[in-house]
């Protein structure tokens, strides 16, 4: 326990014995038994009173303090525990001098530690409040509004003053990120605190309790009796919620006026995220139940953020490695590397959160967004240099190890520093500014604390000049997260520097193979060309058509040969598979035969398109002549579909033409069906010829191929967010809420923000409406008609006299309970809806606009 005469403050705050105060708050008392709990060893000093026993308590049997019964019930509570970091709990425990109270228990270093508070009133409503909360903020999926939702929902759900969600950076630093707070309070929200404000002993209990409360900053503790036991050793209080307050934490909420508070800590993956910190400015002491619905939310919580955190950060690593493929894939067909890679600078520093890029590259620098200055930046490269060693190597105070980088530390202050070669000066360099230099403190930057015994440090605004001090040349810190895109950067852009040159000269080898190819294939189309028409021309002539209609068939399916190639030619910038062939066998929906098309919206680029246009027109001229389509009563069917790794399969499978045999030689036509999709495409060919038809079946890989929406387009849904929009034209009013229900206000605070109206002031009763109208007049109101003790008639004749437009909200079937004079005044129903919520304002605000 700190000593009243020792001069305490900041820098001793390490060294403090929090966890072994002595002494307990007040609002509750406390019992050390045996690890049995057969007998009282210590007791706090109020003990004997709250209980109701007399006498000194200490070496008396735990039945002889609290009665049989009670502790029977407290050691099979106790036969729950785990571990000291769970109390188990027992609610409405009545103790021998008929004394109703709640109890937590918990052991911990040879104890058991028996914890009495006065009983709750209510068990079931802390909870089922708790639930609905976490139903609503379960579904968010969005950080920032999960945070400030949470700070709304448990301070209408707890009742403090003021609730803030703060965040610790990698620092121990850290940031209110979500606030929510009584009107007339001053904001904390952005406000930054350093490391030092929560001693390192303060937050290795903060992960073993994850619950602390203080309900009066300027109680005197409860002493334990003995404070040390008969071999000297205290009391260790670590896990016990009644442990008493380190006086430097009481100063330092004093100092802010604050005489009542809750921390829930927030830890994800193991580590302690942030906490959530709840202020009142008056004392307050939260119900055992109360208590064990905020571990229950922070633990929800703590769970939801981690699972945010963690799909967060697969989807940036799925789009990251996305992107590095698709960049990956273009520099393989780009002819000069160099260009390719200073023009996608943009790409690169999309992967990565920085205020700028830059690269240099074989002598040449190119540079994006906030940058060292120009004459910097060869010394800069050269101190990359002797860093990278082939790796990458980040920063977020580049001054602390090239003192050079203080000259423009206020412009940048952090690096990122990707190797892009084995060559020593080539580098992707990520930059990041100064933390300060966006800071916006949301306070009041003249508003000055009270300073007390323990000195003036001990003050928000104190705390925050401080962390401006602290982080003065640094940046926001490169996380792991960071680091790992950065070396998949620097192994793709090696890989692709390394092996261009071998891309390129095999990509050549290719292209000569394919234009000896399309040589023959052009060759051998005409051909096929001049042999089809013959066949059309020659096709037998039906004995009741005349030269006529002869002429016009003729002419039909010459046409239809004509669009088909037409199609083909023009697919050189790639095109719909079904479209390709649908073009390819329209010559041929004629004569008797059935032609079956089936599959998804598949696209296919250009390689693919050209590739199979080349295949299935053999495929189809060779049914045309030999299979399928040469007859009356053939059929083909043709079945497409995406597998499970993205590529495409095609089943061609012909049946009813005339028997069909192997070919006897192998000539241009059975080549190009065999090997050009294997060789072109890198996919895979299997030709079967059964005696009833021709069955094929190509696999085309997922690089060539894009999926499309293939249903018919419908009446467009509107946008995310359309219905937001519809409300931007009220975000500049000035909106009051008069609602006794807090957690119903919350809802319709969400509601109006969800529109973008943010200038909203909520009131619970007549009086404090009233006062707010006169403080500062609104635009517009919202009146809950019935208010519990009365109704809010009077604030709406205040509202007209000023002729202030307003609503009435009622929960109610029927209007009767509203007075006739204001029967022309819109009424929207409980429970509430956003849209009518929002048409209503938008109806009754037309006057005043």
Known sequence: MISGTMTVNLTNCDREPIHIPGSIQPHGCLLACDTAAVVVLRHSGNAADMIGVDGDLNGRPLEAVVGAEAAHTIRNTLARTREAARPAMAFGVVLASGVVGDVSVHRFKGNAIVEFEPASSSVGEPLELARAVIAHIGGIEQDDRLHRDAARHLRAMLGYDRVMIYQLGADGAGQVIAEAKRAGLESFLGQYFPGSDIPQQARALYLRNP??????????????????????????????????????????????????????????????????AC??????????????????????????????RHKNTLQAATRARGALDLLLLNANHAGDIDGFLRAHLSDFASLIPCDGIAMHLHGRLSVQGAVPPAHAMPGLVRFAESVADGGVWASGKLSNAFAAAADYASDVAGVLVVPMSQRPRDFLLFFRKEVVETLQWAGNPEKTYEAGPLGDRLTPRKSFAIWKEMVHRQSRHWSDEDRQFAEAIRVAIAEVVLHHSELIADERAKAEVRQRMLNEELNHRVKNILALIGALVAHPVAEAQTLQG?????????????????????????GRLAGLLDAELSPYRMGGVTIALDGPAVGLDARAYSVLALVLHELATNAAKYGALSRSGGRLAVRWSVDAGGGCEIRWEESGGPAVTPPSRTGFGTVL????????????????????????????????????????????????????????DLGGLRVLIVEDQLVIAVGLEQMLADARILSVVTAASVAEALLQINAQVPDVAILDVNLGSGTSIAVAEELRRQGIPFLFATGYGDSSHIPATFKSVPIVRKPYEAASIIESLRRIT????
Do not use: K
């Open 211 to 276: 619950i602390r409360i203080i309900s009066d900053a300027h109680a005197q503790p409860i002493p334990l009796v003995p404070v040390l036991d008969e071999s000297g050793e205290p009391l260790d209080l670590s896990s016990a919620h009644l442990r008493s307050v380190s006086p430097i934490h009481c100063e330092y909420l004093r100092n802010m006026g604050v005489c009542a508070s809750m921390s829930i800590s927030i830890i994800v993956d193991g580590a302690l995220w942030g906490l959530i």
């Open 550 to 574: 002869y002429i016009a068939t003729l002419r039909g399916r010459i046409q239809a040969l004509s669009m088909a190639h037409d199609q083909i030619v023009r697919g050189d910038g790639g």
């Open 846 to 849: 037309l006057s005043i606009r």
């Open 673 to 728: 069906i065999d090997r050009s999709v294997p060789f072109d495409l890198g996919g895979t060919s299997d030709i079967e010829y059964h005696p009833d038809g021709v069955r094929a079946l190509f696999r085309i890989p997922a690089r060539f191929i894009t999926l499309h929406d293939g249903e018919a387009a419908g009446q467009p849904e509107p946008a995310p967010g359309q219905a937001e929009e519809d409300g931007a």
């Open 279 to 308: 202020h009142h400015y008056s004392p307050r002491a939260l119900s055992m139940a109360q208590r064990l619905t905020a571990e229950v939310f922070g633990e929800f919580f703590s769970l939801h953020i981690q699972a945010l």
